[in-house]
DNA sequence: CCGTATCCGTCATGATACTG
DNA sequence: CAGTATCATGACGGATACGG
């Protein structure tokens, strides 16, 4: 019994250790928009306006905090061109660019996902 | 203008339907726990105890309610085998099963992203 | 052992108005 | 255009007690 106990806390040891890694992760990258806003920069750079119009439904405050997270935690650089009127930019990082494996999962399974759920309305209806 | 506009739009389009399917998923997968469960179950089936060690933090109400909403997303079957005491036992479903690579891809992410604050530590010190 | 019920505090999110 | 200020709401979280 007390061998058998040890091979549980064996497993749940590794289990554990693996647990840990995703919920580092999502430390950093839990919350409603930040993954998007990364995925949406990683494809190409924008202004706070456009991020906006692309993340529908967010509104300037939380937009506003999450860059700055992300600007922290070195996901995301922040630029500024001086002008008639001054230009910031917002930009994805190399280290956002790791996340692209991550993102692309998530993106291909957010489609099957989808396809699902359109079935299930099919069958209710 | 207007023809440049319009291209915009169109690139703008695809990334948002990307962005859509990515909210899609953060949307059943939001939130602290939910894919830290789902991870562990696929793992290997877990009696609520177990969880509650494995997930250290979590309260009974907050996995009771995760579990009980991954149960109605088709994540988590819900096992109740008749005995001396009762057990209830949690299983993933092979939808879970689907998740498998984005889980192993935020893991090893979380891995690296480990090391990188590791390292970043060292620096300041 | 498996949860549910309750209370309560804190934080994330949201809507809107507003400033440089 | 880029963001801040303000206020409201709900989600989340912790503690504890309790019932099947």
């Keep these: 019994m007390e061998i058998i106990e040890d091979q549980l806390v064996q497993t749940e040891e ?12 999502l430390y950093v990258l839990g919350g409603k928009w930040k993954l998007v806003i990364i995925f949406t920069l990683v ?6 306006g456009e991020l906006q119009k692309v993340l529908k439904g967010i509104g300037p405050k939380m937009l506003a905090k999450d860059l700055r997270e ?3 935690n070195e996901f995301v ?3 500024v061109y001086e002008g ?5 930019v917002y930009e994805a990082t190399p280290y956002s660019k790791s996340l692209s494996k991550v993102l692309s999962e998530l993106k291909d399974w957010g489609m099957k996902h989808r396809e699902k759920i359109k079935q299930s309305m099919r069958k209710v209806s």
């Excluded at 590794?14 to 890694?21: F, G, K, P, Q, W």
């Excluded at 008639?84 to 910031?88: C, I, W």
Aim: proline share 7%.
């Design 14 to 25: 590794s289990c554990i250790t693996s647990v840990n890694y995703i919920s580092d992760a």
């Design 70 to 72: 992300l600007e922290l």
């Design 77 to 79: 650089v922040r630029r």
């Design 84 to 88: 008639k009127p001054e230009k910031v």
């Design 43 to 48: 494809e190409s750079p924008k202004r706070f």
